[in-house]
């Protein structure tokens, strides 16, 4: 069940910063920025977060999991067919020629196609806490949150190595697109057939409360249960202690994505202009994410020091972003590069 969930979250931050590594060919063949792709998927997600308690309530876990996996894979349908649309255009249409009124379809499909697979993000990035709840014991929970969760950046890693190695052409852009929809299918036809709710016998005996009390009568009414969600994150807000970590929580996500999404930019910028070691180094950025939070996980894991991992991470972040990693700074690229990984180590957890 977790590799079904670390899959679905890998394949999520694939497609959404598929075209990061290739936005010259993107922005010709599409007429979109990657950067407004990006934005259109974050936007959709958002609000998908706020509705994702409420059919995870109403609908459960595995209803929820799998219905996200194939709205994702109808998303990257439309993908694909937006890069045989715009291959058509180059091919066999010139410049002049507007009697197929194709110029602006991929452009549309392709948004679109984002859009779904971001409404569909929120069913595998914020279910790795009831996940681990409903499979796994007290001590293995922070871990296996922490896999699922970060495997988003093996997705984006994946986006750096295959877009920058197969989308160098037009014919390759079009394939780099299939690969992602095979892929997407495959998994969601897996978690179609083999996704489950929970273990047989709980992990633990929260677990079985857990299970014991989803047997009672749930309400049904998604506005009602949108209301409750509403009205219980306005009491968490106000619970001492919340605050704190999410902030820190967001600030991570910002930190990684922002990085992620300019990370091409800021090698040129420190003059590291080949492609094939930017492309490795992003790679390799997201790499430490997700070994950064496996690692720190498991340390909270056994020690239970949350709250002081969490100012450590914070603290060493923000000296890597004001000092190593500042426009400003003028360090050479062989403490930026080491830097950027540091920061991705640290942002993970």
């Known amino acids: 069940m977790l590799a079904y969930l670390s899959l679905l979250a890998l394949l999520s931050d694939w497609i959404c910063f598929s075209a990061a590594p290739i936005a010259p060919l993107v922005r010709r063949n599409f007429r979109v920025h990657d950067a407004h792709l990006v934005t259109c998927f974050l936007a959709t997600n958002v609000i998908f977060c706020l509705l994702e308690p409420s059919v995870v309530k109403v609908c459960g876990l ?52 984002t859009m779904l697979v971001g409404a569909a993000q929120p069913f595998f990035q914020c279910t790795p806490p009831l996940l681990s709840a409903n499979w796994f014991g007290a001590d293995e929970r922070a871990l296996s949150t922490a896999v699922a969760i970060n495997f988003n950046q093996v ?141 720190i996980g498991g340390y909270v894991d056994r020690t239970k020091r949350f709250k002081g991992v969490t100012q450590a991470c914070l603290a060493a972040t923000l000296f890597l972003l004001l000092v190593p990693l500042s426009p400003a700074s003028g360090v050479p690229p062989a403490i930026v590069l080491p830097s950027l990984l540091a920061l991705g180590a640290l942002v993970g957890p």
């Open 62 to 113: 595995r209803v929820a999991v799998v219905g996200g996996a194939l709205a994702m894979a109808l998303g990257c349908l439309l993908r694909s067919a937006a890069a045989e649309v715009a291959v058509y255009e180059q091919a066999y249409l010139s410049d002049d020629d507007d009697s197929l009124s194709l110029d602006m379809a991929p452009g549309y499909l392709v948004v679109a196609g």
């Open 155 to 295: 997705g984006i890693a994946t986006a750096f190595l295959v877009g920058g190695a197969m989308a160098q052409s037009q014919a390759g852009l079009g394939q780099y697109f299939d690969v992602i929809t095979l892929a997407s299918f495959f998994v969601a036809i897996g978690a179609l057939l083999q996704f489950k709710e929970r273990p047989p016998t709980p992990p633990s005996g929260s677990a079985a409360l857990k299970a014991e009390a989803a047997k009672a009568p749930q309400e049904k009414n998604v506005v009602t249960l949108f209301r409750q969600y509403i009205d219980e994150a306005g009491s968490l807000l106000q619970t001492p202690g919340f605050v704190p970590p999410l902030v820190a929580f967001v600030t991570s996500i910002g930190v990684s994505n922002v990085v992620s999404a300019f990370f091409d930019e800021t090698l040129i910028q420190e003059g590291i202009t080949d492609v094939a070691e930017i492309d490795l180094s992003g790679a390799g950025f997201q790499a430490a994410i997700v070994l950064g939070g496996i690692l």
